[in-house]
């Protein structure tokens, strides 16, 4: 089974209207609700590809039970450790032109909460292939707290894939996990502007694999760092070399939901133990396919096998 | 026991936000959850006066659960029929300047979902005080379906009162109800706009008293109208006369809420049998004070009892 962590789920709300009335009452022409949060995506993927899953998190109050319910809707595992708060909402209003987004701030979370949260991880551990710690922390737990969870997990001999931002990324990747996935944003963001135009340079021009080494430098201790350039395709840096990996076709679409995917994928072949310009393919391809997609978590499968015999793999060095 | 009918209850989400990043993605400063539709508001307004209510709908899905738990979080006896469609949310943005709401539309009910619900309807009957039947109907259900509610309380020697809209309204009242509540933009719908001016004519002249008659006559049945003019209080056509209540003070605020505390006081006055004037009285002030809170359904008891006393009650003849 993988593990896939998801501290801070939502319930994803999304109206489609077809002209905004800002400042009056609005009728959806259809609303969609689903569950939300990067790793309960990373867990929708996984399970579509047919993987043993098994979904640990925090939920509280309504929303907290909405999420658990379209998970068991959609029969993907998950045992949430409840919290007193409110589990978040994320809602998007969709019109012709444009996605304006509401994000809830999601519960504050006591000491108490985490540690029985801490105990369900701990026996679930034992046994598992894998665990993906993917999105955001929720109010109340420290920066450290992915950090302590990837130690945790090694004890265990599971590996860890880790998906998240800022110190919580930083301090994460140097509890040594087997792979982070960050995307163009969330590396800028901890290595500045520079690395950037370095990994991401005009179409004629390769990687300035110097900058890039010294950007994902700020992730040291992760065995193996994958950034994703979102139409770019993957850039991974590991002990067995660098690689690129690119649809040859432009992607574009719902970004997020690709990173996700990546993130489910890269897991994927981490259990299976494949090579790695292998697991760039099936990363590359299923993120191309996720993107094309217009709901996070899901993808066709025929867009899937599509994207693998489209997508190029080539060491970089 | 009072019972309010609400068969398509809501669940109220308003994100209170500093400035809206129209296309953007925004982070609302506080969220606030609560039961919403019509019948909802009127039934805590009852509860909130120490009345005994009990509320019969319909509820669906991940939000019709969240509206039974946000009832018993504020100890409102309530008694859902379920049904397979998913209970509407209605989302209100407000900023500085402005509030946009976006209301998604109810679940459509079988013919089997409401042959329940009546079953329910019939048992409650036995033994209430009144019955109160408030706001929209769900899709699926036809435009008599109040009427039939308000001639089975008839057989069952209990009084109704109804607050809805539209054909639903005028089918409804042809049914006999002691009291139906439009609005003026209601009244108007059915009646024309002559009778928008008639009723609420400048503040120097007197309602059009000739003209009211003709547009109440589009709710005949009806044992008494009551109509809301919002910030100039209420009009009401009874079968012992015609009545005008109004604040002293300028009255604004949540106009929505201010009408469904109305319809709670005139439940509530009927029920105890107070004479007209007595019950218009309670019914415009507890509506400045609804109007005066921030939240529907809810009021500060000083503000009632200061409204009480500035509530001036005159007959019209």
Redesign the interface.
């Known amino acids: 089974v993988i593990i896939v962590v998801c501290l801070n789920p939502a319930?994803d709300?999304t109206?489609h209207?077809d002209a905004?009335?800002?400042?009056?009452?609005?009728?959806?022409r259809t609303?969609r609700?689903r569950p939300g949060g990067k790793g309960l995506n990373v867990a929708r993927t996984l399970h579509a590809l047919g993987v043993d899953v098994l979904v640990l998190g925090l939920a509280g109050g309504?929303?907290g039970?909405?999420v658990e319910?379209?998970l068991r809707e959609r029969c993907v595992p998950a045992a949430f450790t409840p919290v007193g708060g409110?589990t978040r909402?994320t809602?998007s209003?969709v019109d012709d032109?444009?996605?304006?987004?509401?994000?809830?701030?999601g519960p504050a979370v006591s000491e108490e909460e985490f540690a029985g949260f801490r105990r369900g991880y701990e026996q679930a551990l034992d046994g598992a292939a894998a665990v993906v710690l993917s999105g955001s922390l929720p109010p109340g737990l420290a920066d450290g707290t992915y950090a302590t969870l990837i130690e945790t997990a090694a004890a265990a001999a599971v590996p860890a894939v880790l998906d998240t931002h800022g110190e919580a990324l930083r301090r994460g990747a140097a509890a040594g996990p087997a792979i982070v996935k960050p995307n163009l944003t969330e590396l800028t963001a901890l290595a500045g502007p520079a690395a950037s135009s370095a990994l991401a340079p005009p179409a004629d021009r390769a990687p300035d694999l110097a900058t890039a080494a010294a950007a994902a430098g700020q992730l040291r201790g992760a065995q193996a760092v994958v950034v994703t350039l979102g139409p770019d395709g993957l850039l991974a840096a590991t002990g067995d070399g660098c690689w690129r990996a690119r649809a040859t076709a432009a992607v574009t679409g719902n970004a997020t939901g690709a990173g996700d995917a990546v993130a489910a994928a890269l897991a994927h072949g981490l259990v299976l133990g494949r090579p790695w310009d292998e697991r760039l393919r099936h990363a590359a391809a299923l993120g191309a396919a996720t993107a094309a997609a217009p709901v996070a978590g899901e993808f066709r499968r025929q867009d899937y096998l599509d994207a693998l015999t489209a997508v190029t793999v080539e060491e970089v060095r």
């Not at 905004?20 to 959806?28: A, F, T």
């Not at 032109?97 to 701030?105: C, D, I, L």
Request: hydrophobic share 45%; proline share 6%; charged share 20%.
């Open positions: 319930l709300v109206h209207v905004v009335d800002w400042g009056g009452v609005n009728r959806p609303v609700t309504i929303t039970a909405g319910t379209a409110e909402r809602f209003v032109s444009r996605v304006t987004a509401f994000y809830e701030p």
